[in-house]
């Protein structure tokens, strides 16, 4: 919740006419500094299951691809891409999680 909460705020603050915008170099870094918190999570994940793993591995490419992508549009499509995977991954893993706790694993 946290990034999206942040990440609003800064989309907000960019089309606000009073305010002077933050520029583009601004979500680089904000990206580029979540994509080395996810990192950080992902090498947690290395005793967890693989989906966990590959779950935490999309998204830091993810965070890397969107900071690269904000001024290269082919970059910033390719990230799309990954994102629709990350988050198809993530579902699976909810779905996955919740199906083995009813099955008592």
Known sequence: GGFWMGFA???ILM??????PPSKDGKVVWLIVWG???LLNFAGTLNA?????FVF??????F???AAGVNNADIHIL?????????????YLG????MNELAGR
């Open 15 to 20: 089309v606000i006419t009073e305010l002077e």
């Open 57 to 62: 591995a999309s998204l830091t490419a993810l």
């Open 9 to 11: 705020l800064f989309e």
């Open 49 to 53: 299951n693989r989906v966990v793993q």
């Open 64 to 66: 890397f691809l969107l």
């Open 79 to 91: 990230a799309g891409y990954v994102g629709i995977v990350c988050g198809s991954s993530a579902l």
């Open 95 to 98: 779905w996955a999680e919740v």
């Open 36 to 38: 080395i918190f996810t």
